[in-house]
C-alpha cells in the first residue's frame, strides 16, 4: 500500500454515524458555522431509526402536569435507580425543544386540533407515568426521510458513506490530575474509493449505534450494530458503563430463516390466557401478559438449558386459550391483530396461517434489540475516562457520545418511545459540545501522529494467513448467544472470556488480501475486532454484576434484593492493557417510593391468578369485559420495546 | 419429492471484471422458499467469504439491499428465489464490487435543496399525500425505466459527484417539501427551480412513455411527477391549451 491511498482532510468536528444521532449532532455544529465531516459505513440515514416503531417520548405532549421531575424521575425508576441524574434531568429539559427540532426538520405528527399539540397514542404507553408517546405515520422510515434532509441541509457539511471509521486519533497531554487525553482526530477506511482518510478535527461525536449484530440473526435491529462505538470508546481511553444491561425482546420468530430474529410480539400479546409451553407441552409461564419481559425470556432460556426447548433453540407462545373461549375468543383476534401490527405480519408470515389464526402456538424465542449501557459520558456527553478513581471522572478533551452509543441514561430498563428522545436531545448536546470545543481549540496540523496510529491498520490488509475474518464472525455470534446472551452463568462468563482469548489468538492467522476498493475482509476483520472488543467488556460487566438486575439475567444467582444498593458496572482498560470491572455506587430512591411499586406488582398477579381459579363461563365473562374496554378505544397500538408491550415491566422493574 | 438444492447464479463484478458464479443453495427445510437475501448469506458462509453485497433490516424497512433478481430490482431480503435465478448489482448506479453500488451520487445532487425558511406553527396537520411520500425507504428501485436519471453518465466510483440529472427519489423529495405545510408558498418557486434544473422537464416530454416501478408501492408518476409538472409548467401547459 503506497501513501497514493492516504487522503489529508480537516474539519471543526467529525460525526461518527448518520442515523437520527448523527444528524442531530450534525445540525447542532453546523449551525455553528463550523466544518463538519459525517462519516457513515452504511447509506445515509440507514440505520436503526429508520427501521424502528417511530414512537418518541415528548414531555408534556398529554397534560400540563409532565414536569421535567416527573419525566426524570420516572425514567431513574424505570431503570433500577442505575441511570445518572444529571443525564435524565438532561433528557427531561430537553424533550420538547429536541422533539420541535425534528418537526421543522420534516417530522409530521398528527395535531389534536383542540390542544393545539402532537396527538399521544390512545392508551399512556407502560411504564409512563403520564401520557407522553407520540407516534407517527410511516414509523422509523418518517424519522429516516426527517435525519436525511438534516444532514444535506447545509453546505458546511462534508459527508462520506461506506466508510468505516477505524480509530480516534488521539494524544496525552500533561493535565491538573496526571495525563490527559486530547483528540485529534479520525482515521478511516473509504470502502468505495479505496482510500484511506486522515481527518484531522479537534472534535469526534461517537454515535454509531449499538451492538446487536453481536447477537444476529436473534436480533430484530440494523446489521451494522457491531459494538463500533464502544470499541471506538473503549479504545480512546472512555470507561464503558452497564455494558451487561442489553435489552432482549422475549418473543421473536425463531424460524424460517429469512425471519429469524424479527418481532412476533411482545408479553401482551400473549393476552389473558396466553401461557409459554416448552417442547413436552409443560406450562413454563403464565400470566405471560403481566410477566417482565426480563421473565419471559429467563423461562424460555431455562426451558432451553434443561434440553426442553423447541426445536430451533426456543419455547412455544399458545394462545389458543385466547381463541378458544366461547365469549371472549371472538374479540382476542381483533386484539392480536391490532395492537402490534407489524409483528403480527411477521408472525403470521412466517409460521402460516393456522398460526395466524393463533390456532396453534408460536415458536418463540429472544431477540437483542437494545444496548442500556455505553459510553460514560457526562450530561452534556462528554466522554469520561477514570484514570485513578471510578468517582473523580476526567474528561476526554474532544471526544462525545451519544444515542445508543452512550450510558447513564437508561440503566438497566428502557421505557418504550425514549431512544427517539435519547438521540435528539443528546445527540443536539453532542454536537453543540464538540462545536464549542472546536471553538476553543488550537488546530493541529502535523499527521504524523495519524501514520503512528495507522500503521496498526496498514498492516491488516494482505494478510496471509489462514483462517476466514466472516467465518470468525459467525462464531463469535454463536458464542455472544450461548454465554452472554439473555440467560448468563458465571461458568458461561468465564467460558465465554477464555473463548474471546482464543479468538484474539486469532486474528493473527486471518486471510485478508491487499486489494483497496471495498476489501470485504478486511470490512469483516474490523468488525470482528469490534465485537470482540464489546464482548468482552460486556462478559467482565456481566461478572460484575452479581444478580439478576433489568437486562441481565443470571440463572445460577437471585433477582436483586429491593434493599440492596444500586450500583452500575463501569469497565476500563487499566495500565497494564487489561479490561477491567469496577462498581459505581448509584444514588437509592427512597424505600417508601419502592415498596408502592412493590405492592401494585403483587396486586396485579393477585387479579391474574383470580380470573384463573374462577369457573371459565364466569372468567370468560370478565374476559370479555376487558376486551371491550380496550378495544372500544379508537385506537390501540402496543409498540415493540414499549412498557405497554410488557406490563409487568411497569412494577416489576426495581 | 422436493428437490435438496437450488441452483442460483451470482453476477460478481471486480476490478472491471464479471464472472457468473453458480452457487447450490442448500434448502435448511425441505418445503424451504428462501429470499435472495438467504442465498447471499450462506454462498458467504460456505462458499465466498469475499462476496460483497449489503443488507440491513431484513425486513423490507431499511432500502438498502436491492439487487436485480433476473434483471430486474428486488429487495434481496424479501424477494424469493427460484431455480436458475440470476442475481446482480442493479444496473441504474455503479457497482463498487459485486453486488455493491455507490449510491451518493443521488445524495449529493440533493445538498442544499431543502435550506429554505419555514413557517413557524409547528402544529398544522400535513396532507394524507404528505404521509404516502414519507413511506419511501430509498431502495432506489424506481431508478430502472426512468428517462432523466438515465441522462446521467454512471459516475467514477473514485470520485464523489453529484449526479446531474434527477430520478423518482430526488423528485419525491422536492414534492413531498413542496406540499409540506410548514413550507411558505414564497419558498416554492426555489423548490421548482431545483427540480427543473434536475431536468424535470424531460418527464414532461416522455410522460406516456416510460414506467417506474416503486419498491413499497408509492404511485410515484401521479403522486410525484405529475404533480411536480403541473407545479413547474402548469401555465404552459394551459395557454396552449387555449
Known amino acids: 500500500m503506497t501513501s497514493n491511498n492516504i487522503e489529508y482532510l480537516d474539519c471543526d468536528v467529525i460525526v461518527v454515524g448518520s442515523g437520527g444521532t448523527g444528524s442531530q449532532a450534525v445540525q447542532a455544529a453546523a449551525e455553528e458555522g463550523l466544518k463538519v465531516i459525517v462519516i457513515s459505513k452504511d447509506p445515509m440515514s440507514s440505520s436503526d431509526t429508520k427501521i424502528c416503531e417511530g414512537v418518541i417520548t415528548v414531555r408534556e405532549a398529554g397534560d400540563n402536569t409532565d414536569t421535567e421531575e416527573v419525566l426524570s424521575e420516572n425514567i431513574k425508576l424505570a431503570g433500577a435507580d442505575l441511570p445518572d441524574k444529571n443525564i435524565t434531568v438532561a433528557f427531561a429539559n430537553d424533550s420538547k425543544d429536541a422533539y420541535d427540532r425534528l418537526r421543522v426538520n420534516g417530522l409530521r405528527p398528527s395535531i389534536n386540533k383542540e390542544k393545539n399539540k402532537p396527538k399521544t397514542l390512545a392508551i399512556a404507553m407502560g411504564g409512563h407515568n403520564k401520557s407522553r408517546s407520540v407516534g407517527h405515520k410511516n414509523s422509523g422510515v418518517a424519522f429516516g426521510h426527517t435525519n436525511w434532509d438534516t444532514i444535506i441541509k447545509y453546505k458546511n457539511v462534508e459527508y462520506f458513506e461506506d466508510c468505516w471509521f477505524l480509530e480516534v486519533v488521539k494524544e496525552e497531554i500533561e493535565g491538573n490530575k496526571g495525563k490527559d487525553i486530547k483528540v485529534l482526530g479520525g482515521i478511516v477506511y473509504d470502502a468505495a474509493r479505496g482510500k484511506i482518510l486522515f481527518i484531522n478535527a479537534p472534535?469526534?461525536?461517537?454515535?454509531?449505534?449499538?451492538?446487536?449484530?453481536?447477537?444476529?440473526?436473534?436480533?430484530?435491529?440494523?446489521?451494522?450494530?457491531?459494538?463500533?462505538?464502544?470499541?471506538?470508546?473503549?479504545?480512546?481511553?472512555?470507561?464503558?458503563?452497564?455494558?451487561?444491561?442489553?435489552?432482549?425482546?422475549?418473543?421473536?420468530?425463531?424460524?424460517?430463516?429469512?425471519?429469524?430474529?424479527?418481532?412476533?410480539?411482545?408479553?401482551?400479546?400473549?393476552?389473558?390466557?396466553?401461557?409459554?409451553?416448552?417442547?413436552?407441552?409443560?406450562?413454563?409461564?403464565?400470566?405471560?401478559?403481566?410477566?417482565?419481559?426480563?421473565?419471559?425470556?429467563?423461562?424460555?432460556?431455562?426451558?432451553?438449558e434443561d434440553g426442553r426447548g423447541s426445536p430451533n433453540g426456543g419455547a412455544f407462545l399458545d394462545m389458543t386459550k385466547n381463541?378458544?373461549?366461547?365469549?371472549?375468543?371472538?374479540?382476542?383476534?381483533?386484539?392480536?391483530?391490532?395492537?402490534?401490527?407489524?409483528?403480527?405480519?411477521?408472525?403470521?408470515?412466517?409460521?402460516?396461517?393456522?398460526?395466524?389464526?393463533?390456532?396453534?402456538?408460536?415458536?418463540?424465542?429472544?431477540?437483542?434489540?437494545?444496548?442500556?449501557?455505553?459510553?460514560?459520558?457526562?450530561?452534556?456527553?462528554?466522554?469520561?475516562?477514570?484514570?485513578?478513581?471510578?468517582?473523580?471522572?476526567?474528561?476526554?478533551?474532544?471526544?462525545?457520545?451519544?444515542?445508543?452509543?452512550?450510558?447513564?441514561?437508561?440503566?438497566?430498563?428502557?421505557?418504550?418511545?425514549?431512544?427517539?428522545?435519547?438521540?435528539?436531545?443528546?445527540?443536539?448536546?453532542?454536537?453543540?459540545?464538540?462545536a464549542k470545543n472546536a471553538n476553543q481549540s488550537v488546530k493541529n496540523k502535523n499527521y504524523d501522529i495519524f501514520h503512528k496510529h495507522y500503521f496498526n491498520f496498514k498492516n491488516l490488509f494482505n494478510k496471509k494467513g489462514k483462517l476466514k475474518p466472516y467465518k470468525l464472525k459467525l462464531d463469535l455470534q454463536k458464542k455472544c448467544w450461548d454465554n452472554i446472551g439473555p440467560a448468563r452463568t458465571e461458568k458461561k462468563l468465564k467460558k465465554m472470556l477464555t473463548y474471546l482469548e482464543k479468538i484474539e489468538k486469532d486474528l493473527n492467522n486471518v486471510n485478508v488480501p491487499k486489494e483497496m476498493i471495498w476489501n470485504q475482509q478486511f470490512l469483516d476483520l474490523i468488525e470482528l475486532k469490534n465485537m470482540i472488543t464489546t464482548a468482552k467488556a460486556i462478559a467482565i460487566a456481566s461478572l460484575k454484576r452479581e444478580k439478576s438486575v433489568g437486562g441481565h439475567v443470571r440463572l445460577d444467582k437471585k433477582t436483586s434484593s429491593l434493599f440492596s444498593k444500586p450500583y452500575s458496572t463501569l469497565v476500563k482498560i487499566n495500565k497494564n492493557n487489561a479490561f477491567e470491572a469496577f462498581k459505581l455506587l448509584r444514588q437509592k430512591t427512597p424505600l417508601k417510593r419502592i415498596i408502592n411499586y412493590k405492592i401494585s406488582e403483587k396486586f396485579r398477579f393477585m387479579k391474574a391468578k383470580i380470573l384463573r381459579i374462577l369457573p371459565e363461563s364466569i372468567s370468560d365473562k370478565i374476559i370479555e369485559n376487558k376486551y371491550k374496554n380496550i378495544l372500544g378505544t379508537d385506537q390501540i397500538t402496543i409498540k415493540p420495546g414499549s412498557l405497554d408491550g410488557a406490563p409487568g415491566d411497569k412494577v416489576n422493574q426495581i | 419429492m422436493e428437490e435438496k438444492y437450488l441452483n442460483i447464479k451470482i453476477k460478481l463484478k471486480r476490478n472491471n471484471e464479471i464472472k457468473l458464479i453458480e452457487y447450490k443453495y442448500k434448502k435448511r427445510t425441505y418445503d424451504e422458499r428462501p429470499m435472495a437475501l438467504d442465498v447471499l448469506l450462506q454462498a458467504q458462509e460456505e462458499q465466498y467469504d469475499d462476496l460483497a453485497f449489503r443488507y440491513g433490516c431484513r425486513a423490507r424497512n431499511c432500502g438498502v439491499c436491492t439487487i436485480d433478481v433476473n434483471s430486474r430490482p428486488?429487495?434481496?431480503?424479501?424477494?424469493?428465489?427460484?431455480?436458475g435465478d440470476i442475481l446482480s448489482a442493479i444496473v441504474t448506479l455503479p457497482v463498487i464490487k459485486d453486488l455493491v453500488v455507490k449510491r451518493d451520487g443521488i445524495t449529493r445532487q440533493m445538498k442544499g435543496y431543502n435550506n429554505i425558511p419555514k413557517k413557524n406553527d409547528l402544529n398544522e396537520d400535513a396532507d394524507k399525500l404528505y404521509h404516502n411520500l414519507t413511506a419511501c425507504i430509498e431502495c432506489y428501485a424506481c431508478l430502472d425505466g426512468c428517462p432523466v436519471h438515465a441522462k446521467n453518465n454512471i459516475a467514477d466510483i473514485k470520485k464523489n459527484d453529484a449526479y446531474k440529472y434527477g430520478n423518482p427519489y430526488s423528485f419525491l423529495k422536492i414534492q413531498r417539501l413542496l406540499i409540506d405545510p410548514l413550507t411558505p408558498d414564497s419558498e416554492k418557486h426555489k423548490l421548482i427551480d431545483k427540480a427543473k434544473r434536475l431536468g424535470l422537464e424531460i418527464y414532461r416530454r416522455e410522460y406516456n412513455s416510460f414506467k417506474i416501478k416503486c419498491g413499497v408501492g408509492i404511485n410515484l408518476k401521479d403522486e410525484v411527477i405529475k404533480p411536480l409538472l403541473d407545479a413547474a409548467y402548469g401555465d404552459e401547459i394551459e395557454k396552449q391549451n387555449k
Open chain 1, 323 to 434: 381463541i378458544s373461549a366461547p365469549k371472549s375468543g371472538k374479540y382476542f383476534m381483533k386484539y392480536l391483530k391490532s395492537a402490534l401490527p407489524s409483528a403480527y405480519n411477521n408472525a403470521r408470515q412466517a409460521l402460516g396461517k393456522e398460526a395466524g389464526k393463533a390456532e396453534i402456538p408460536w415458536e418463540v424465542r429472544p431477540s437483542a434489540h437494545y444496548s442500556m449501557g455505553g459510553i460514560r459520558v457526562d450530561e452534556y456527553t462528554r466522554v469520561i475516562h477514570s484514570a485513578e478513581n471510578q468517582y473523580e471522572p476526567i474528561i476526554i478533551k474532544g471526544l462525545f457520545a451519544a444515542g445508543q452509543a452512550m450510558g447513564g441514561l437508561f440503566g438497566a430498563n428502557r421505557l418504550g418511545s425514549t431512544s427517539l428522545t435519547e438521540l435528539a436531545v443528546f445527540g443536539y448536546r453532542a454536537g453543540k459540545s464538540a
Open chain 2, 74 to 83: 428486488k429487495l434481496a431480503c424479501r424477494a424469493r428465489v427460484r431455480e
Open chain 1, 203 to 304: 472534535s469526534v461525536v461517537i454515535a454509531s449505534g449499538g451492538l446487536s449484530s453481536l447477537y444476529f440473526p436473534k436480533t430484530d435491529t440494523m446489521r451494522g450494530n457491531t459494538g463500533d462505538s464502544y470499541a471506538l470508546g473503549i479504545k480512546a481511553g472512555a470507561d464503558l458503563l452497564d455494558m451487561e444491561q442489553i435489552q432482549f425482546l422475549p418473543f421473536c420468530l425463531a424460524s424460517p430463516p429469512s425471519y429469524e430474529g424479527l418481532l412476533a410480539g411482545e408479553p401482551s400479546t400473549a393476552s389473558f390466557l396466553g401461557v409459554l409451553r416448552d417442547k413436552n407441552n409443560k406450562v413454563i409461564l403464565d400470566s405471560v401478559y403481566l410477566r417482565t419481559r426480563a421473565e419471559c425470556s429467563e423461562a424460555i432460556m431455562r426451558a432451553v
